[in-house]
């Protein structure tokens, strides 16, 4: 009975096929935006994350502004820093960008002046070579760690080990390259054409158009991940040295800006689902529309399938059926729809990766089958109830 029933909705959405489509294109509409507008959300989502999470997520960064003649922090300041109960590993970090040349090739690049411990917390990975150690700082030697795009565009060899003793002019200095990173995968918005260099933090801050002589960053760890504990250690301790925390530094956690961004992602979702839900109901209220007029139509069918046998179930599970059909229908064409604009989406662009998220996929099947179910239950019913002596007694 089932089957049949089923091969009858659809032999009756067949026969009037403009009808049907034009019945099913609120859901369509709906399922298409919802769907496209979450992956998208998703997928801008996912590519901050990966570049946030390529920064370190265990990692609390420390700013201390440079207002008031601050002279920033010393080489001992981190030494207390580090021996404190919460912290684990500290390092000083500055940044300035510089001219990096070998022979003809010059470009511009992010020159970090770090230290040893730099590395471990921000989670970077060494293909060959060795990291910047204490010694390279306290002797003020001109060493340098690069990443993978400045082995490709400044020292232009194809393997990382060919660049160890390979020479590079960083504003007029030069500096031995004694290692080679991994370029980080910043999800696709800062990946390309980041040259970036590390060189000792004591030579970083004496560089040409340097503004600090100071330590007015860095970067610690915590122990057992306790970040909230190293933060409280370290505000309390800036404090004392500088004053209130809104005026003299700054402390930050890339694991706090993942949270706040899945917060105000989940409020988007939701957003966007509730316009999407909007649309699909205006798609129910289409869907139960027409089959009222189907019902009307085919009132004199009804009476004679009634007069043959046909029991109230039968044509109450036959109206149901059509009217779920219908919404399934045309959930599943605005889910095909959403994956080709989904496609054109990551040929048109690449920093964003769009996928469907199954997640979505699956509560737009529900929730078109309840829309068919709860918006076709009354014209079902309509039809059920009919008598069959009225029915086939009914006139245009």
């Known amino acids: 009975m089932l089957i049949q029933s089923f091969k009858m909705a659809f032999e009756s959405i067949w026969t009037s096929k403009l009808r049907s489509f034009l019945t099913m294109l609120g859901i369509i509409i709906g399922v298409f935006a919802l769907v496209v507008l979450v992956s998208i959300v998703h997928g801008a989502t996912s590519s901050i994350t990966d570049e946030l999470s390529g920064l370190g997520t265990l990692a609390v960064d420390v700013s201390v502004y440079d207002t008031h003649g601050n002279p920033g922090l010393t080489m001992e300041d981190m030494d207390t820093i580090e021996a404190m109960d919460k912290v684990d590993l500290v390092s000083p970090s500055y940044q300035v960008e510089g001219s990096l040349r070998s022979g003809p090739e010059q470009e511009s690049g992010n020159i970090y002046g770090v230290g ?17 150690m204490k010694p390279d700082m306290d002797n003020h030697l001109n060493v340098a760690v690069i990443n993978e795009t400045v082995l490709r565009g400044v020292l232009r060899i194809p393997s990382a080990h060919q660049a160890l003793g390979r020479m590079i002019r960083l504003n007029g200095v030069d500096y031995e390259v004694i290692g080679v990173l991994k370029d980080q995968e ?15 933090f004591t030579n970083a801050v004496r560089l040409p158009g340097s503004s600090s ?4 960053s860095f970067s610690v760890t915590a122990k057992d991940n306790d970040m909230e504990g190293a933060k409280e250690e370290i505000g309390a301790f800036l404090e004392e040295r500088f004053g209130p925390a809104d005026e003299t530094f700054f402390i930050s956690n890339n694991q706090e800006y993942l949270d706040s961004l899945q917060e105000i992602t989940n409020t988007m979702s939701m957003v966007m ?12 209220i289409g869907i139960m529309n027409i089959m009222l007029v189907s019902v009307t139509e085919r009132t004199r069918e009804i009476g004679i ?4 046998g046909a029991t109230r179930r039968t044509i109450l599970l036959q109206f149901l059926l059509e009217a779920m059909t219908v919404s399934l229908v045309g959930c599943l064409v605005g889910i095909m729809l959403s994956w080709v604009a989904l496609q054109i989406g990551n040929m048109i662009q690449t920093s964003v990766r769009l996928t469907m998220v199954p997640s979505v996929v699956i509560t737009s099947i529900v929730f078109s089958s309840g829309i068919g179910l709860i918006f076709g239950l009354y014209p079902a019913n309509k039809a059920a109830r009919m008598k069959p ?7 245009d």
Request: aromatic share 12%; charged share 20%.
């Open 273 to 284: 689902g509730g316009v999407a839900a909007i649309s699909l109901l205006v798609g129910g």
């Open 213 to 216: 002589r100071g330590i007015n």
């Open 116 to 132: 040893p411990s730099y590395y471990k917390i921000k989670e970077q990975e060494l293909i060959c070579g060795r990291y910047l």
């Open 186 to 200: 910043l999800g696709g918005f800062y990946a390309r054409d980041n040259y970036e260099m590390h060189i000792p």
């Open 305 to 308: 399938r009634k007069a043959i």
């Open 389 to 395: 002596i009225d029915a086939l007694h009914y006139t």
